[in-house]
């Protein structure tokens, strides 16, 4: 093989100049390798399109959420340099401190506090870097922080002389520019070198002025477990907070997926699995995104149908060009096909024989569909302004809980549905009024024609509960007449209030806001029903959908111990042949050495004989052999056993499961722990 | 035995006589460990109680298994989906759980049931093995030390009434033992007892076909308990225990006369093993070839997704250096790519810059450390974006490659726009090593190939193991620098090689001391300063023959780093010769 040399591990393939195309245009492996490359280019180019948006709009979101942030940010640095401009004697220095409890946030926002940097500070920015390599030589010189600080004045001639170009550049005088020092991860740092650094550091202020910002990804009380009171007092700490990373998901999600803007949705369980790995393993918004980029190339490469997958003119016009194939890819759809099966006769003959009137059906199905989508949206945020007040949240705190199970089935037929509804029932006025006047603005804010009478009725209803308050105001006045006190027993008493009672429950007489609020959450519950249909009930939702769930986990959740598990201990599951098929718990004698020996190895405890551990091993490979009647030597046929054990072990070494061990001759030691 | 049960039952006497009602009464008002107090009393008054405990253990364990499954439901709720993926097959809790708690069911039985019963398939029936474990109030720490002898003894009356098959260890063992504690009184007594191992190992044959696992577990060890909470904790330190002797006792038979050097044909070097190998006809190759088939199908997909900016990372059971070969050879060939073997011993990131600056950016300048060199190197592709490169790494967790610098480098590497990231991993743990900072930079996207494939060229650079299997390396080599020297240096070498298996036994022994060193080889008349004596140690060292350590004293001591085995061979042969 040309990759395998014995004093060398890295080898390096330049093709021919010649040969050497600039680069192969990334579409076309998205059409080779697949049988089915239906308009793969156009597939791919609408790839490209709507990754590109979202890649955008999830930028821009970020820049936003960052914004507030980071002008303050800006606005502390330029006062505490104000304050070293003007002499001041104390220690200005300053700490930053943000709450961001993911690693890859903290990266965005170290990236992106570079950036801050450098706009601020022009040439601030070298000499943070050239700090660092100072920093770096002072630890191996033993050199004092006389020698930084006489550096720093050096620099700061230096640089006076371009003193025009940095006035422009950051329009305050920066007589002296501070050096900011940004400690990235502030937990990782040996609280002794903190301490000591800061300690050495404000003596030197005056002369070198100095700006902290701490990256702190827990909470702010690390900084006073960190750092002693004698320490934490030599700092004037400010701390910034930047949105939790789970407000950020909302956003995001608000953004890409709520939203008609974007065509690709997703299925239930893709998303409870793009959440699931975000709330329960990294909290990291960059995996988010990652995960939704792969579901969006994973449709589109693999869904020949997904070329339908753009905005509704486009998705019309390219429904003309379809060609046979497609059209067979529609027709095959079980969507489609549910939709046919409720169609008269005739059209459905039709529809499964004429390719005209297909096309004409499939755009008008997708214009349904986008129209169920915009529909959709704006009753599912219309009901989470409803649930997501509700005590105990039964139907979920986040908007992305009520659209996760309202994506998996019908909603009103769930418990926490009925029980939410029950809880509606009991709002009070100033409540249902508050809910009532957000949804007007959703709905307003729409330009849905369908729902603008949702809106309209909205606006009635509050229109009614105003003029309630009126007309309760002229009740109270009536109703408030004195009865004149009588003096009662108490068995008069218990008698006048169970006869109350009992009137209250025959009549049923119900306050006329009570009626109307019986009318708004019917109202609500009918919108919910008509307009929250999961989307499997729609036909052709499999263009834009991405269901293939379990091909996101495995690429992005993978489990490399699990299946190293599985190829052991079950080869059947990957080998398919009917010799190696076995009961739970057992393995065959044919099976591949490397899965005997591992199973042999899992009856030992900590320490593994070699010498026992070969035997067995023999013992069972011979018996296997005997069957296939070999003509081997015996002595041959234990020597070839041998090597095959040999090399089941040091597989299985290279593996992890064993190591060598010197605790006894010719033992290796188990590095796993229990039998399976 | 029962003039010690007498003496120390003073404190038990009270717990072990008084009734079931009694019992029950006093501890009624308590949970959780009363309950095992209670379990405990009544089995030291009746025996045959103790068949209740596994259930309690085992719907314990249950317990811990449903918890897993619903941590599985909740993280991936399609888990039966899954048609491809071996991780789904058997979710998570089959391979994380703690699992039944082994014990000495010896792999010779193990296999002989898989021989005795060729083609048909053997159940291990570990998993219907009841549980069975004693349970024994928490003693009074001053007390815990005697009782435990007490205890044992007292497990091993009542099971000597029940389960008289079921006693090999016991009987055999502490022996041995005798009561003491201390693990290396325990093995030195092992090594003396020669004459006794005939008998045992055939006493241990005889018995070890007629007992049954669960009789062998219910005379575990004694354990300590104080609540359910604590169980976990507890059974696993026990656990430790009682593995650490058994391994020992185990061994007690086999080291004498059952090393792999005593046997002619554990002698194999890298070329024997590879002929013989070869004669070895593969199987399953069908199925095999299809699994790779499948495999390759998927070429352009990791084509356009690395395009992308994904990187791919390959895992699963076999060798994946054929598979990502054939990607090379098949559809790398028009771009500039390096290969990189993490399993050659000698790669290094450095190397692996170097072989980027150097043979594809065609840089000829040095750099003043790897930063640096990473950095420049990112610069240039960053500015040059018709660039392109892929990267395609065999075993990124090699032990070289596996270290947090090279991995930060590596994924800096890759989080490059336009450098393109294959590799596989093989080991076990290799996830471990990247934190979220640096699985962000990989960006991987995971891939399930496995292929069975023998790990013929990962494993082919001798290893530790086999070196220790092969073993010709170190001695002709040995022999070979010997020969080279003058016969005083030799003198000097024999004798410490001598010291060195004079002390072979002692497992304190840290080497010679320099100054008694010298002593004797001014003794021996092979120095006749310290200076020249020096400068010999100064050759050994140069050859690797030889490691000098400070003790905690400040003395210089003399160690040989190799195994004795072959340190007396060489003795032996040059006895020969001379």
């Known amino acids: ?54 890649k955008s709009e999830t930028e821009q979101l970020q820049e936003e959420l960052n914004k507030n942030l980071f002008n303050s940010l800006i606005e502390f640095l330029q006062k505490s340099c104000s304050g070293f401009q003007k002499n001041s004697r104390d220690w200005g220095c300053q700490i930053k401190l943000r709450e961001i409890p993911t690693a890859a946030l903290i990266l965005d926002i170290k990236h992106f506090l570079q950036k801050l940097a450098s706009q601020l500070m022009g040439c601030c920015v070298d000499e943070d870097s050239k700090e660092g390599s100072i920093q770096v030589a002072q630890k191996r010189t033993h050199c004092s922080m006389d020698s930084l600080s006489s550096w720093y004045m050096n620099v700061t001639q230096k640089t006076d002389p371009k003193m025009p170009r940095k006035k422009r550049t950051s329009s305050s005088q920066w007589q002296s520019p501070p050096v900011v020092l940004i400690l990235k991860d502030m937990e990782s740092f040996t609280t002794k070198v903190l301490q000591d650094f800061i300690i050495i550091s404000s003596q030197h202020l005056h002369e070198f002025p100095l700006i902290l910002i701490f990256g702190i990804a827990t909470s702010p009380i690390i900084i006073h477990r960190l750092l002693p009171h004698a320490v934490s007092s030599l700092l004037c700490i400010e701390l910034f907070q930047s949105l939790s990373c789970k407000e950020h998901l909302t956003t995001v999600l608000d953004k890409l997926l709520l939203t008609t803007q974007f065509p690709f949705k997703l299925s239930e369980k893709v998303l409870q699995i793009l959440t699931n790995i975000f709330l329960y393993h990294d909290f990291s918004i960059q995996n988010f995104i990652k995960g939704l980029q792969l ?51 005739e059209k459905q003959i039709a529809l499964l024989t004429d390719e005209r009137s297909l096309k004409a059906e499939t755009q008008s199905l997708l214009e349904n569909l986008h129209v169920y989508h915009s529909n959709y949206f704006l009753v599912l945020r219309c009901l989470h302004q409803f649930t997501s007040s509700l005590p105990k949240y039964p139907l979920g705190r986040q908007i992305r809980e009520l659209y996760c199970t309202c994506l998996e089935k019908n909603i009103w037929d769930s418990e926490e549905y009925v029980s939410a509804f029950q809880l509606l029932r009991m709002l009070a006025k100033d409540e249902l009024m508050a809910i009532l006047q957000k949804c007007f603005q959703v709905f307003k804010s729409s330009s849905e024609k369908q729902l603008g009478s949702t809106a309209k009725r909205i606006e009635e209803f509050l229109a009614q509960f105003q003029s309630l308050d009126e007309a309760k105001e002229e009740e109270d006045i009536s109703g408030s007449q004195p009865k004149g006190l009588q003096k009662t027993d108490l068995y008069h008493l218990q008698k006048s209030l169970l006869e109350m009672k009992e009137l209250r429950r025959t009549s049923k007489k119900q306050t006329r806001f009570e009626v109307l609020r019986e009318k708004v959450v019917n109202f609500i519950e009918s919108l919910v029903r008509e307009y929250l249909l999961p989307p499997d009930t729609q036909p052709l939702h499999e263009v834009v959908y991405f269901s293939a769930a379990h091909t996101l986990r495995e690429h992005l959740n993978a489990a490399p111990r699990i299946a190293l598990h599985t190829a052991l201990n079950n080869p059947y599951y990957y080998l398919k042949n009917e010799a190696l098929k076995s009961e739970e718990g057992c393995i065959p004698n044919v099976a591949p050495d490397i899965c005997i020996a591992y199973k042999l190895h899992l009856e030992c405890s900590r320490l593994i004989n070699l010498v026992d551990w070969s035997e067995a091993f023999a013992t069972v490979v011979t018996a296997a052999e005997k069957m296939d009647a070999s003509s081997v030597t015996s002595e041959e046929r234990n020597e070839i056993i041998h090597a095959r054990f040999i090399r089941a072990v040091s597989e299985l070494e290279l593996l992890g499961f064993i190591k060598p061990t010197k605790q006894k001759t010719d033992h290796v030691a188990r590095l796993t722990w229990g039998g399976c | 035995m029962m003039s010690k049960l007498e003496l120390k039952e003073d404190k038990i006497m009270e717990v072990q006589f008084v009734g079931d009602d009694d019992v029950l009464n006093h501890i009624l008002d308590r949970e959780g460990g009363a309950k095992l107090k209670k379990e405990r009393a009544q089995l030291l008054v009746n025996t045959k109680k103790i068949i209740k405990k596994p259930e309690y253990d085992l719907e314990e364990d249950d317990q811990e298994v449903l918890k897993d499954q619903n941590y599985v439901e909740v993280l991936g709720r399609d888990i039966q989906e899954s048609l491809k993926n071996g991780s789904a097959a058997d979710g998570g809790n089959k391979v994380y759980s703690f699992q039944n708690r082994k014990h000495s069911e010896k792999m010779a039985k193990l296999a002989s049931e898989l021989a005795n019963t060729p083609r048909k398939n053997v159940s291990f029936s570990l998993k219907n093995d009841p549980e069975i474990m004693i349970n024994i109030p928490q003693c009074s720490k001053g007390h815990s030390a005697s009782d435990k002898v007490q205890l044992k003894n007292s497990d091993k009356s009542e099971n000597l009434s029940t389960a008289p098959s079921g006693l090999r260890k016991r009987l055999i063992v502490p022996r041995s033992h005798s009561d003491s504690e201390s693990e290396y009184s325990a093995s030195n007594s092992e090594d003396d007892d020669g004459v006794a191992q005939e008998h045992e190992e055939d006493t241990e044959e005889v018995i070890l076909s007629q007992k049954s696992p669960s009789q062998n577990r219910a005379m575990s060890a004694p354990v300590c308990k104080e609540t359910p909470s604590k169980k976990m904790k507890r059974d696993k330190t026990s656990d430790l225990v009682e593995e650490y002797f058994e391994a020992h006792s185990s061994s007690k038979v086999l080291t004498s006369d059952r090393t792999l050097q005593k046997l002619k044909r554990a002698k194999l070097d890298q070329q024997t093993l590879r002929n013989l190998l070869g004669k070895v006809s593969p199987s399953f190759s069908a199925e095999l070839k299809q699994l790779n088939q499948q495999y390759e199908q998927l070429f352009h997909k990791w084509m356009l997704q690395l395009r992308l900016g994904f990187n791919i990372v390959l895992y699963g059971l076999g060798s994946k250096r054929d598979l990502l070969e054939r990607f090379r050879t098949s559809v790398l060939q028009d771009s500039i790519h390096v290969v990189i073997n993490g399993f050659f011993p000698g790669i290094s990131v450095k190397s692996i810059l170097n072989s980027v600056t150097e043979e594809v950016l065609d840089h000829m300048g040095t750099f003043r450390s790897a930063l640096d060199q990473l950095d420049w190197i990112v610069n240039r592709f960053k500015e040059d974006s018709s660039l392109e490169l892929f990267l395609l790494i065999h075993n990124l967790d090699s032990q070289m490659l596996r270290g947090d610098k090279s991995q930060q480098i590596i994924g800096q590497l890759s989080s490059l726009r336009n450098i393109y990231l294959i590799a596989s991993i093989d080991h076990l743990n290799a996830p471990l090593m990247w934190d979220h900072a640096k699985q962000s930079l990989y960006n991987w996207l995971w891939y399930e190939t496995t292929t069975y494939s023998p790990y013929t060229e990962e494993t082919s650079y001798e290893n530790s193991l086999l070196v220790k299997q092969s073993g010709s390396l170190p001695l002709s080599s040995l022999i070979h620098v010997l020969r080279s020297l003058t016969p005083n240096a030799r003198g000097i070498f024999r004798l410490l090689i001598k010291y060195q298996l004079d002390n072979q036994d002692n497992p304190s022994y840290i080497g010679f001391s320099f100054q008694d060193f010298y002593q004797q080889c001014r003794e021996a008349f092979l120095v006749n300063s310290d200076l020249t004596l020096r400068a010999q140690l100064t050759e050994f060292r140069d050859h690797k023959l030889l490691r000098t350590k400070k003790g905690t004293d400040g003395v210089e001591y003399l160690l040989i780093p190799v195994d004795s085995g072959t340190l007396s061979e060489f003795l032996e042969k040059e006895e020969e010769e001379s």
């Open chain 1, 1 to 54: 093989m040309a990759t395998s040399s014995v004093s060398k591990g890295c080898f390096v393939f330049k093709p021919n100049f010649k040969k050497r195309k600039i680069s192969v245009p990334v579409g076309d492996y998205f059409n080779k390798g697949k049988n089915e490359s239906e308009d793969g280019k156009l597939r791919f180019e609408t790839y490209q399109l709507i990754w590109q948006q979202m």
């Open chain 1, 295 to 345: 579901s969006l190339l994973e449709h589109f490469y693999s869904q020949p149908l997904s070329v339908l997958c753009c905005n509704l003119p486009e998705a019309k016009r390219r429904i003309n060009f379809l060609s046979d194939n497609q059209c067979e890819n529609i027709r095959r759809l079980p969507s489609f096909r549910r939709y046919v099966e409720k169609q008269s006769s």
